[in-house]
């Protein structure tokens, strides 16, 4: 795939704007991301979607070494025909970019690359391998850094309706700095708000 990639952030947020919560007994999250899925089926085509436009995906070390990849491929053999599963096939075969300064995940899994140094160079190099849309569902930390230096094109909330009290989040005032502006906005059947928010 030739030409330089875009990346697109997609997150859950709570409806007061964390992404995890520090309050025991939080129900802010409608799918805590395991194998009962109680979103909506208008919602589930969008996700999929997003995904089959897909050209890579990123994450952190961490990510890989708390088991995102191993989890999206458990979910992938659990649902093998099912239509509505398909991003998680699509998860394990889409190249994807484990970003760090210097460090390795402790397992090698298929189809993905390490990239080590500085994050704007390493994601500058991620856009480029995957070149077309780059897709990026956190954790807090790598998705902080990314908007802070300007390095997503697109930002996706998914914005659950439920609140989580206190938590980790992806917001600050880099927002504003890069300009991020409003792009459209869907509701669906669960509950569940997307906005979309493109920079510059």
């Not at 460090?103 to 189809?111: C, K, S, T, V």
């Not at 609140?163 to 792009?183: C, D, I, K, M, Q």
Request: some cysteine.
């Amino acid at each position: 795939m030739g030409g330089t990639g875009r990346l697109v952030v997609a997150m859950q947020v709570s409806a007061d704007g964390y992404v995890d919560s520090e309050v025991p007994g939080a129900d802010w999250q409608l799918w805590n991301w395991g194998p009962q899925w109680p979103w909506s089926a208008d919602l589930r085509a969008s996700f999929n979607g997003l995904l089959a436009g897909a050209s890579g995906v990123l994450l952190s070390r961490p990510m890989a070494d708390e088991g995102y990849l191993g989890h999206w491929e458990r979910m992938a053999a659990l649902h093998p025909a099912d239509a509505d599963w398909e991003f998680s096939r699509a998860i394990g075969a889409l190249p994807k970019f484990a970003v760090s300064r210097s460090g390795r995940p402790a397992r090698r899994w298929p189809r993905t690359e390490v990239l080590n140094g500085e994050l704007a160079e390493t994601v500058a190099r991620a856009k480029e391998l995957a070149g077309g849309t780059l897709l990026c569902f956190g954790g807090a930390g790598l998705v902080s850094s990314l908007l802070r230096e300007g390095l997503a094109e697109e930002l996706r909330l998914f914005v659950n309706p439920g609140f989580a009290g206190s938590g980790s989040s992806v917001f600050g005032p880099w927002l504003v700095r890069h300009a991020y502006r409003a792009g459209g906005v869907t509701a669906y059947d669960c509950g569940i708000v997307e906005s979309r928010w493109s920079r510059g």
